[in-house]
């Protein structure tokens, strides 16, 4: 598994983008992240019982992302045809205001590492990515375990002070002075 310090890898995929007519696909690459913070976080398969939930907490935190200067990007191994229809079907991922990619060739996700040794579907894997396209935060779960968005909020907070924050640390308080 690449991890922090590394550069995030290159990827260009089909994402969905939008559930309007017409504008529902977009192909994304790194361009859409070059110059940003970025969040890149995986789920295991679309029409389960966990992605969903985690899926719409970043969904209801994405103005949080945006305050940050922080592209959001959801990623699995289904393709973009099933996003879509996923997003018609869940009453809780109608209104994402960021892209599902569709990794359904697995070349990111295997670039990354992260596919799951029997099941080779995406672990739970979360990436924070500084402007320069360098790997700065991973976290991963197995499949049965959902993610704390807000700690991915408070990690991109702290990351971006560019200073040495203590345990537990969040935004609006002091940093460390050595």
């Not at 309007?20 to 398969?45: C, Q």
């Not at 969904?59 to 699995?76: L, Q, T, W």
Request: glycine share 6%; aromatic share 10%.
């Amino acid at each position: 598994m690449i991890g922090i310090g590394e550069k995030f890898p290159h990827f260009e995929a089909p994402a969905v983008v939008s559930l309007n007519k017409g504008e529902e696909f977009k192909t994304l690459d790194n361009s859409f992240i070059k110059g940003k913070w970025a969040v890149v976080f995986f789920w295991p398969l679309d029409f389960t019982f966990i992605c969903p939930t985690e899926i719409s907490e970043f969904g209801n935190n994405y103005s949080a992302f945006k305050e940050r200067d922080a592209e959001v990007i959801g990623v699995s191994t289904d393709s973009q045809f099933v996003h879509l229809a996923w997003r018609k079907d869940h009453a809780d991922l109608r209104g994402l205001k960021f892209p599902l990619l569709a990794d359904n060739k697995k070349e990111l996700s295997e670039a990354l590492g992260i596919l799951h040794k029997q099941d080779k579907v995406p672990l739970r894997a979360t990436y924070i990515v500084d402007p320069d396209g360098i790997i700065r935060w991973v976290s991963v779960n197995d499949l049965s375990v959902g993610r704390n968005v807000k700690e991915v909020l408070r990690t991109l907070d702290a990351l971006q002070t560019d200073e040495l924050c203590p345990c537990n640390w969040e935004k609006g308080q002091a940093t460390l002075n050595p």
